[in-house]
């Protein structure tokens, strides 16, 4: 087709796609610039920000106060050796609340918190009192290992008030 055109014609369609190839790359180096100028705004942005947290002047009594709120927690290890770690932290646990309990049963099935990761749920059941059972609860976060608390029955013991009746069934994560 270009055969049928004068050289005048070939010379202008020439120029034509030169030029619209100039626009696309012109359209693409503005959108570029203005990309970069927002990447460059955001990482200005974190840099000041971890310049005003490095100078913050955090205090040891500061820093543990921190360190208490943030939650202790250990990668998962293979089954077996993640469940005997499992245990043994919450049957000392349980011990340091006076508790005593069944021994721990696993239970087979997917959990219901956890859907996309693989974990051993454990379950037991025990009396003790309110008391107790609330020491455990407050001391179950420093469980290295624990990621939640999938199920907890109580029932009141008719006769001692104070007494209760519970089963609870807790998870770990596990190392595919």
Known sequence: MLEKLNPKDVHV?????????AIIVLLFLLDFKERWTKVKESFDAMNNRLATLAAIDMTEAKYAGL????PIFEMPEEKEKQKFLFQ???????????????????????????????????????????TQLFDLFVNLKENPYLISIE?????????????????ITVSTPVKK
């Open 88 to 130: 043994d932290s919450l049957n000392t646990q349980f011990k340091k609340a006076n508790i005593n309990s069944q021994p721990w049963q696993e239970i087979v099935g997917k959990s219901t918190l956890l859907t996309d990761h693989k974990v051993i749920r454990l379950k037991t059941s025990g009396k003790c009192n309110v």
């Open 67 to 70: 360190m208490n709120t943030v």
């Open 151 to 167: 199920e907890l029955t109580v029932k009141r013991d008719m006769k001692n008030k104070q007494q209760i009746d519970f089963d």
């Open 13 to 21: 369609l020439k120029l034509g796609a030169v030029g619209i190839a």
